[in-house]
């Protein structure tokens, strides 16, 4: 029997709420971090991720047997609890628009 080969790059790309300027030097490394280790649970390895404030691109290598939908739902919701989590570097009232602005 045939085997069966597919690469399939995605180019996510993650834009706050009415494109606002909320994502900062405090919280982007930490949060390309754990973006890249939702994808790696997802067996979508991440191959590059970058961001500025309003937004953040993610290129991934989709695994064959996952839905994109499911991948992308996962990084959201998980993006979404990091960032209500966050350590106490980050102001309360930042925090707080953070975490009701980003939509990821």
Known sequence: MGQSLAK????LIFSTKERRSIIDDA????LH????????EQESPCLAINSVAD???????LNKNTALAQVVMQAK?????????RPKE??????VNLYRE???
Do not use: M, P
Not at 27 to 30: D, K
């Open 8 to 11: 399939n790059l995605i180019h």
């Open 27 to 30: 919280v982007r490394e930490s």
């Open 33 to 40: 971090a754990y973006i890249a280790g939702i994808l790696k």
């Open 55 to 61: 937004h953040v691109h993610v290129l991934f290598h």
């Open 77 to 85: 919701k998980g993006a979404s609890r990091w960032i209500e989590q």
């Open 90 to 95: 980050i102001s309360e009232k930042r925090k």
């Open 102 to 104: 980003l939509v990821l």
